[in-house]
Structure formats: structure tokens, C-alpha cells
């Protein structure tokens, strides 16, 4: 299956929760130093009102792992970036993400 992308860095397999997107979008365009994002499973949760909320949770070989929380859903994000976790979630709170 081939992949759309938003500037060959933004993979899109299935679609992405409200407000997310343009949220990935500016993190791409600020930050050179992140390769790509790929957004992964969506979840239903129940504590996921409000803002768009992003929480870095692990590091991957490549980058790191995130939830993004908004619209009474989770979905995972998997960010290819060689970024320290705090300069991540910075550049992710700069582009409009409440971090946690």
C-alpha cells in the first residue's frame, strides 16, 4: 500500500484525530531536524476534551513514541527525529500542543 504524505514527512496511512493534523503540520515546517511523523492506531478514551494535548513516551530506534490526545480519542504518533525529548516537546508546545 503506498502512503499520501503532507511535504514527505507527513505519512498518512488512515486519518487523524481533530485537530492533530494542523498541529503536525506546523511542528514539520518549524523543525528541520525531524525526518518524519506517522500517525498509528486511534483509541477511544474518555479523558481526551479540550486542547490538543501530546505526551512523549518512549524512544524509539529512530526518534521517540507520542500519544496525541483530543476528541475523545488517543492515537499514537511515531516522530523520526534525533531531538532530545525536552527540545521535542518544546518545538511541540511552540507549534500548539499542551505538553504535559
Same mark, same amino acid.
Given at each position: 500500500?503506498?502512503?499520501?504524505?503532507?511535504? /514527505?514527512?507527513?505519512?498518512?496511512?488512515?486519518?487523524?484525530? /481533530?485537530?492533530?493534523?494542523?498541529?503536525?503540520?506546523?511542528?514539520?515546517?518549524?523543525?528541520?531536524?525531524?525526518?518524519?511523523?506517522?500517525?498509528?492506531?486511534?483509541?477511544?478514551?474518555? /479523558?481526551?476534551?479540550?486542547? +490538543?494535548?501530546?505526551?512523549?513516551? +518512549?524512544?524509539?530506534?529512530?526518534?521517540?513514541?507520542?500519544?496525541?490526545?483530543?476528541?475523545?480519542?488517543?492515537?499514537?504518533?511515531?516522530?523520526?527525529? /534525533?531531538?532530545?525529548?525536552?527540545? !521535542?516537546?518544546?518545538? !511541540?508546545?511552540?507549534?500548539?500542543?499542551?505538553?504535559?
Amino acid at each position: 500500500m503506498r502512503l499520501r504524505t503532507a511535504q /514527505d514527512r507527513l505519512k498518512v496511512e488512515h486519518s487523524i484525530i /481533530d485537530g492533530v493534523r494542523a498541529i503536525l503540520e506546523e511542528l514539520l515546517a518549524s523543525n528541520p531536524a525531524i525526518r518524519s511523523i506517522i500517525p498509528g492506531v486511534i483509541r477511544p478514551v474518555r /479523558d481526551a476534551r479540550g486542547k +490538543v494535548r501530546v505526551r512523549v513516551t +518512549v524512544p524509539t530506534l529512530n526518534g521517540w513514541k507520542a500519544l496525541a490526545l483530543s476528541a475523545g480519542a488517543r492515537q499514537e504518533l511515531f516522530i523520526s527525529t /534525533d531531538l532530545t525529548k525536552e527540545a !521535542l516537546e518544546a518545538a !511541540l508546545a511552540k507549534a500548539g500542543a499542551v505538553v504535559p
